[in-house]
């Protein structure tokens, strides 16, 4: 099984129209994602050309707005390709669609904007869940990937992943390319974002076909030793993790908008030891991570 998304997942573009959706759009469609169509309000009712994953013609047709679409094509995915000064609109006009499934590829959105759009998502009781901003989205090997994932680096597997990190996302993938995994999502490293790593987790842990869970954190803010008590409390599987950031010089802010220490609070020492005083065992490298993982597989 995976977690939120799967073979069956019909997908649109908002920005479909533009370089960076274009191009991502084909190789979501190559990957073998069900892409339905796009969003732009200034092109609805045109069409863009690309191949699906056998090399046949897919024109994909553009529509005025995320409702439209979804009455359309019976969409149930949306994937964000907005410029930041746009994105809260997007993301507003996506939720007041239902779109069960929002993710937002968006990188320099304003944290206001992602603080505002995050409360009006939960004043709407909640019925859209957002990935993102800043993020690589999510990808479930061999059925969809709904983002910038590179789709061959990785089959489908036992293991799941979450992580705040784009690069080291696809650096895990293809360490455990071996073992391969039922889900990977990337949640961005911005201050305020919607899926956390406690909501992967708890998805991870109802998943039957997943067997063992990665979890990569960076230095900053308090997610990981949230992530932490949650994992104490209520994941049985086995979990292994990696903070990045641990060479970061003291006082300098690095990488993420997220990646903010504030005394000791937020460094990656801190960090691991929250994780592994909750049963985590945690790798100073990607690669030492990954040996872990499979550690911890091979003990199942």
Request: charge should be negative.
């Amino acid at each position: 099984m995976t977690i939120f998304l799967n073979k069956d997942s019909k997908v649109i573009v908002q920005g479909i129209t533009g370089g960076e959706a274009s191009k991502h759009t084909a190789r979501m469609l190559a990957a073998g994602t069900q892409v339905v169509g796009g969003v732009n309000a200034r092109k609805a009712g045109t069409t863009v050309l690309h191949t699906d994953k056998d090399g046949n013609p897919v024109e994909l047709p553009v529509y005025g707005t995320v409702a439209e679409a979804i009455e359309q094509t019976g969409a149930d995915v949306s994937i964000a390709f907005v410029p930041p000064a746009y994105t809260k609109d997007a993301v507003v006009e996506a939720i007041d669609a239902e779109i069960p499934l929002l993710v937002i590829i968006t990188e320099g959105v304003p944290v206001q904007d992602s603080a505002e759009f995050w409360a009006y998502a939960k004043e709407k009781s909640g019925t859209t869940r957002i990935i993102g901003p800043n993020c690589p989205g999510i990808i479930s090997p061999g059925e969809s990937l709904v983002g910038i994932t590179p789709a061959n680096i990785t089959g489908k597997g036992p293991i799941g992943l979450v992580s705040k990190s784009g690069t080291l996302t696809y650096q895990m993938m293809y360490e455990l390319r071996d073992l391969g995994f039922s889900t990977a999502i990337g949640i961005g490293g911005d201050p305020i974002i919607g899926t956390t790593h406690i909501d992967a987790l708890a998805a991870f842990e109802a998943d039957p076909e997943t067997k063992a869970i990665v979890m990569i954190g960076e230095i900053g803010g308090d997610a990981e030793e949230r992530a932490a008590d949650f994992i104490k409390a209520n994941v049985t599987k086995p979990v292994v993790g990696y903070v990045a950031g641990f060479t970061a010089p003291e006082g300098k802010t690095m990488g993420h908008a997220g990646a903010i220490v504030s005394g000791s609070a937020g460094t990656a020492q801190a960090k691991k030891e929250a994780l592994e005083a909750a049963g985590v065992k945690v790798g100073k490298t990607p690669s030492e991570t990954a040996t872990l993982l499979r550690e911890v597989y091979a003990a199942l």
